[in-house]
């Protein structure tokens, strides 16, 4: 184990939710973020988020995203953001994207792999955003950013669950020759929350940021570095419940990224910013395969891979205000990315030869521009891409946002337009692969409207309908391969409040009904529940004393596996709870309790969701 990242995860110290943090610009849905008016953007503060979760975990709690995660944290967590498919999302650190090329999944991000200890917060931007960010945000962008505080302090934090989990955290944040620092190390084990999983992972990250977000020249650096190495049952297996092969599958990835933004003023408002990234993931895979059964009479072969994936981009923006209640930004990038892939599939014995290699360059040019008058915005972007061995593709973003004067009620409606450039798995694999394959497009309507309302309670409704055409798809016959052959729709709406109950108790509802069918056949897609749901109970019980509860509630879906076929699988509901003690301002005690019912339940055909687990938890802060 590569835990050499870790080292001095004891002596490092982060502060505390209430440490001094820095304004910055980060791009998540707009690149004129004081105009966006885009009520659709959710930002998710990590304090107060049960310690030890994953991110796959905590985006479970949003309305308009499930998250798949056969066999817990062992399992890849693969995000339905809108009930598209989990390689339509975009997932990135500090505006860095993550998500690899060479994988099967067509580059989605394993949100299960991804702890949240780390981070400040989530920031989340559903909707068709390929005109802000070019290839892959087809359903949407999901952005981790990392701290960065000017004032001294930090955390230590360290827990202990009762399925063999733990966690052990440390992180700090102060100035830095003049820049905000931050500086977090973490190390996790997921435990066995189910029978044959295993999960081990950890990370090392900083951020420096410009206290002043105008200053000339370095005005931010980020870098986080991660090894993860997990065992469990493969997907399509049949799991723990079904399997008929139960040596488990094993993966391991190390993954490095790191970004540099300069920025100068150039007067009359106009600013001028260059920013270079490099994102590096190394992942090994050896499976045991998986035995035949209802749908596959010959099963999946054992096989092995060692995938390595680069992408470097470059790209420079000019922010300019050329009228009154006007802001403009035009630019250019320009991106490469490498990657290979060794590896065997094994039939009766002989190996196969399963390796690749790809190279793709992408330049890019965007424009944005922002109109606010009163109450009233209007934002616009534009983008053309052209991807290495594609013709160009030009996409584009509207959206007209009306908020009252007194802030309590907004009004939002977008329309957009995305593409996906088909992955170098998808391309090249040799068994499966397709080099005719075109890009996936996407075309999406979005309505949104939030009331705040007296007393400090806050009502929001969402609803959208998106069409996705030239989806990448397995085909059996006349041999196996990957073709552009679906059309499919994704249409829903979302229902989210909070209000609070006299002055200890708040009380926050979700409810979401979204529905992704084949246009052609009118079949729901599999691995997507038409109904999720649930509530959060938070009591401040005492001055030191405060507790919750979470209901979760995930409908009826349509699963597959080897074994089984497809499958219905039936509904369920789980309740975790949560009280923390905080006997002085710098020492929190938090105990947490996740399916406190023991609900017997499946995150995947065969696959069992863990049972009653609970964990301790201790933090020290230290500072101001």
């Known amino acids: 184990m590569r835990w050499w990242l870790l080292a001095g995860v004891g002596l490092a110290a982060a502060h505390g939710a209430q440490a001094q943090t820095v304004d910055e610009v980060v791009v998540t849905a707009s690149r004129l973020p004081a105009l966006a008016g885009d009520t659709t953007v959710r930002t998710l503060p990590i304090a107060g988020q049960t310690p030890g979760a994953s991110l796959g975990q905590v985006l ?174 493969p997907d399509d297996s049949g799991g723990d419940r079904l399997a008929v092969i139960r040596t488990p599958e094993r993966r391991e990835a190390d993954q490095g990224v790191g970004g540099v933004r300069f920025g100068w003023a150039l007067g009359g408002g106009s600013d001028l910013e260059v920013l270079a990234s490099v994102f590096r993931r190394e992942e090994d895979i050896d499976s045991p395969g998986v035995a035949p059964g209802l749908r596959d009479p010959f099963g999946l072969p054992a096989s092995q891979s060692s995938t390595r994936f680069t992408r470097s981009r470059l790209q420079a923006v000019l922010r300019a205000e050329p009228a009154a209640n006007w802001r403009l930004a035009l630019g250019a990038e320009a991106q490469r990315e490498t990657g290979d892939s060794r590896g065997t599939l094994t039939f009766f014995g002989f190996p196969l030869p399963t390796s690749f290699d790809l190279e793709r360059d992408t330049v890019s040019a965007f424009a944005e521009a922002g109109y606010r008058n009163g109450g009233w915005s209007l934002d616009l972007a534009a983008r053309a891409d052209r991807p290495e061995g594609f013709d160009t593709r030009a996409t584009g973003g509207l959206a007209l946002a009306w908020a009252a004067p007194d802030g309590g009620f907004t009004a939002r409606a977008a329309v957009g337009s995305g593409f996906k450039a088909p992955s170098f798995y998808a391309l090249a694999n040799p068994l499966v692969g397709n080099p005719a394959l075109r890009p996936e497009t996407s075309q999406g309507i979005d309505l949104a409207l939030a009331w705040r309302l007296p007393g400090g309670g806050r009502f929001e409704a969402d609803g959208f309908y998106s069409r996705y055409r030239d989806l990448i798809d397995f085909l059996p016959t006349p041999f196996p391969h990957l073709e552009n052959v679906a059309a499919v729709v994704s249409r829903g709406v979302t229902l989210t409040g909070e209000t609070p109950l006299g002055e200890t108790l708040t009380v926050r509802g979700r409810l979401a009904y979204i529905e992704t069918y084949d246009r052609g056949t009118g079949a729901q897609l599999r691995g997507r529940p038409r109904w999720r749901g649930g509530a959060d109970l938070d009591w401040r019980v005492a001055p030191s004393l405060t507790a919750g509860l979470t209901l979760d509630y995930v409908g009826e879906r349509l699963e597959s596996s080897i074994p089984t076929a497809d499958i219905e699988l039936d509904g369920y509901a789980t309740l975790a709870a949560r009280l923390t003690w905080k006997p002085r301002d710098d020492l929190a005690l938090t105990a947490s309790v996740e399916n406190l019912t023991d609900t017997d339940y499946q995150t995947g055909a065969g696959f069992s969701g863990p049972g009653t687990t609970a964990r301790l938890t201790l933090r020290r802060t230290f500072g101001g």
């Open 60 to 233: 479970s709690g949003q309305p308009d995203i499930f998250v798949l995660q056969p066999g817990g944290r062992a399992g890849v967590g693969s995000i339905y953001l809108r009930g598209a498919d989990p390689n339509f999302t975009v997932v990135m650190l500090d505006g860095i994207p993550l998500n690899d090329a060479t994988d099967s999944r067509g580059g989605a991000v394993d949100a299960s792999a991804l702890g949240i200890g780390d981070l400040e917060r989530i920031e989340i931007a559903p909707g068709v955003r390929s005109a802000v960010h070019g290839s892959g945000a087809l359903a949407g962008v999901i952005n981790l950013i990392l701290p960065a505080g000017t004032q001294p302090g930090g955390r230590i934090e360290a827990g202990v669950g009762s399925e063999g989990d733990g966690l052990v955290l440390g992180a700090w944040r102060g100035p830095v020759g003049g820049y905000a620092g931050g500086l977090s190390a973490q190390w996790e084990d997921g435990g066995e929350p189910t029978p044959g999983s295993s999960f081990e992972g950890g990370s090392l990250s900083g951020k420096l940021a410009a206290a002043d977000a105008g200053q000339a020249g370095l005005r931010s650096a980020v870098f986080r570095l991660s090894h993860t190495q997990s065992e469990g049952f």
